[in-house]
């Protein structure tokens, strides 16, 4: 199965500012068609996850430009700019290249 | 507006069974496989496997071919989810959502064992 390493497991911020989390694939997730399906989600206390980037770096529908995807390959990064109140939460990375598909253990973002 | 509503919470019993559903709305039900997903308490996410409605075909992560056994009736848009000879490891929250990308999420249905 292809292992997803995320780091930072916590990260604390400041309203305003600006994050960065990894998500890394024990694995090459490109798929043999050439699309890479990496996404990234976000679980908000009691919620289910909402998808927020999927193929690396294209934003969902409704999703702010504050959030960017990037990475290729095995190595992926989440960016959060001026971070909100509502960003709040668990992030998680997911992988649907390879089966079975499989989640990064997520990264909690709170409060500074 | 793309809806996926889960059914209630289920309480059940060491070794019995239970049925979760998943009623799609707001698209053409044959056109999306659906996902299975669970998270147990506290914990990360958990891909079980897919159905794609329209064939009726599955594909399952190996630790839950024995376990869950996934369906759908299009005659109502219902994806469903039985989960067989229930442990205390199957306490846990299932989700549904759409492939590929795990697009939309129904809101989960907590599964708790106990006798």
């Known amino acids: 199965d292809v292992v997803m390493t995320q780091t930072p497991v916590s990260l604390s911020v400041s309203l305003g500012g600006q994050v960065s989390i990894s998500c890394r694939s024990s694995?090459?997730?490109?798929?043999?068609?050439?699309?890479?399906?990496l996404s990234w989600y976000l679980q908000k206390p009691g919620q289910s996850p909402q998808l927020l980037i999927y193929?690396?770096?294209n934003r969902f529908s409704g999703i702010s430009d504050r959030f960017s995807g990037s990475g290729s390959g095995t190595d992926f990064t989440l960016k959060i700019s001026r971070v909100e109140p509502d960003d709040l939460g668990v992030y998680y990375c997911?992988?649907?290249?390879?089966?079975?598909?499989?989640f990064g253990a997520g990264t909690k973002l709170e409060l500074k | 507006e793309v809806q996926l509503q889960q059914s209630g919470p289920e309480v059940g019993r060491p070794g019995s069974s239970v049925k979760i559903s998943c009623k799609a709305s707001?698209?053409?039900?044959?056109?999306?496989?659906m996902n299975w997903v669970k998270q147990s308490p506290g914990q990360g996410l958990e891909w079980i496997g897919w159905?794609?409605?329209?064939?009726?075909?599955?594909d399952y992560a190996e630790k839950f071919k024995k376990k869950a056994t996934l369906t759908a009736d299009t005659s109502s848009n219902t994806a469903y989810i039985q989960l067989s000879s229930l442990t205390s490891e199957d306490t846990a929250t299932y989700f549904c959502?759409?492939?590929?990308?795990?697009?939309?999420w129904g809101q989960g249905v907590m599964v708790t064992v106990s006798s």
């Open positions: 997911g992988q649907g290249t390879q089966y079975p598909n499989t």
């Open positions: 694995q090459s997730l490109v798929h043999n068609n050439g699309n890479t399906y």
């Open positions: 959502a759409r492939r590929p990308y795990f697009d939309y």
């Open positions: 159905i794609d409605p329209e064939y009726g075909s599955t």
């Open positions: 707001g698209y053409t039900f044959t056109d999306y496989v």
């Open positions: 193929k690396v770096s």
